[in-house]
């Protein structure tokens, strides 16, 4: 056991090694370009984009950084792991697994799966029309070993506390947090995967503000859907549990009316947040280029 153990961790570390390198060669421009055009190349998944569930693959595989136990991040592309991906918040997130690696990894085979799935958040949030991410590569795929333990996601059902509790653990303070939810503005919720059913917002394929406008604007009733998990409607589009109740939480609300009025100042907050969540735990020298990438769709 102690030698198939040290024998992976060689291994790991040399392909840590030869990542590196290979890195050099990659042009991420290109890979942006990729991702790009693969988002709306099946019209008939979900609302006609992937862009949604690559955001939301970007955030997962960030969102499990630990500043107290300095692990967890994008930093090891751990998600690319079945036993990473098939966690139940996890749900879903195969897909754009496997579809990245099918027609982004093989034609760039220099890139680290974390450097792939942070750049597909990047793409999806740039393309369908919210603010320049900036990003820079440096992220290596590591083993089994760098797994974290589950449950370091937020879980929908509960409240402000709870995602106070998880955001806090990754840094982040109230404003951020504010700004970070309104991704919801994108996609939508699907019952065969957690068990909630519908769209946050009208506009599924379009990152703006109206994930504020339209939590704030509208009246949302609770409802128990087919799979036994209580969400909450108005006409044909929900919010989950933690989202009414951060609603009701006057400090989270205070943010949430500045980004329904300025769309401006949400987006300037959402990029610096998406920018820390992506790079979480990530050991950047400060000397990596960062990249601003040029928008396929203008
Ligand atoms: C309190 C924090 C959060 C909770 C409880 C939460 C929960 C959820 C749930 C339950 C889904 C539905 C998954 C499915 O059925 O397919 C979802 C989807 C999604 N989440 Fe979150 N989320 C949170 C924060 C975030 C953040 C910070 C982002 C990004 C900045 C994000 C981006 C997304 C996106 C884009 C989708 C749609 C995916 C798709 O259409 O396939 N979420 N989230």
Redesign the pocket.
């Known amino acids: 056991m102690t030698t198939l153990l040290g024998t992976l961790s060689l291994y790991y570390s040399n392909l840590q090694v030869v990542q590196a390198e290979a890195q050099k060669t990659v042009d991420y421009q290109q890979v942006y370009n990729d991702i790009a055009n693969l988002l709306d190349r099946d019209s008939d998944y979900?609302?006609g984009s992937y862009?949604?569930?690559?955001?939301?693959l970007?955030?997962h595989t960030s969102?499990t950084f630990s500043d107290k136990e300095k692990d967890g991040g994008s930093r090891f592309g751990t998600m690319r792991f079945d036993k990473e991906i098939s966690r139940g918040?996890n749900?879903?997130l195969d897909i754009a697994r496997d579809l990245l690696e099918k027609e982004v990894q093989a034609k760039h085979p220099g890139i680290s799966t974390g450097d792939l799935y942070t750049l597909a958040?990047v793409v999806?949030?740039q393309e369908l029309g919210g603010p320049d991410i900036p990003w820079r590569p440096g992220r290596v795929d590591g083993g089994q070993d760098k797994l974290v333990p589950d449950g370091r996601?937020?879980?929908?059902d509960?409240g402000s506390a709870?995602?106070r509790d998880?955001?806090y653990r990754m840094k982040f303070d109230d404003e951020e947090?504010a700004a970070?939810?309104?991704?919801?503005?994108?996609?939508?919720?699907?019952?065969?995967?957690?068990?909630?059913?519908g769209?946050?917002t009208d506009a599924?394929t379009v990152f703006d503000n109206s994930y504020y406008t339209t939590l704030l604007e509208r009246t949302w009733v609770p409802k128990t859907v087919s799979s036994g998990k209580h969400q909450f409607e108005s006409g044909t589009l929900m919010m989950?549990p933690?989202?009414i109740d951060?609603l009701k939480d006057a400090k989270f609300k205070k943010f949430y009316e500045v980004f329904a009025k300025d769309q401006d100042k949400f987006f300037k907050v959402?990029s610096k947040?998406?920018v820390k969540?992506l790079e979480n735990g990530v050991p950047f020298t400060g000397k990596e280029k960062v990249y601003v990438f040029k928008r396929v769709n203008e």
């Open positions: 979900d609302d862009g949604p569930l690559f955001l939301r970007a955030w969102g918040s749900l879903g958040g999806a949030v996601l937020p879980d929908a509960q709870h995602v998880v955001f947090i970070l939810i309104g991704g919801h503005a994108l996609g939508r919720c699907h019952l065969d995967r957690l068990g909630y059913d769209p946050w599924r989950l933690a989202e951060m959402f947040a998406l969540l």
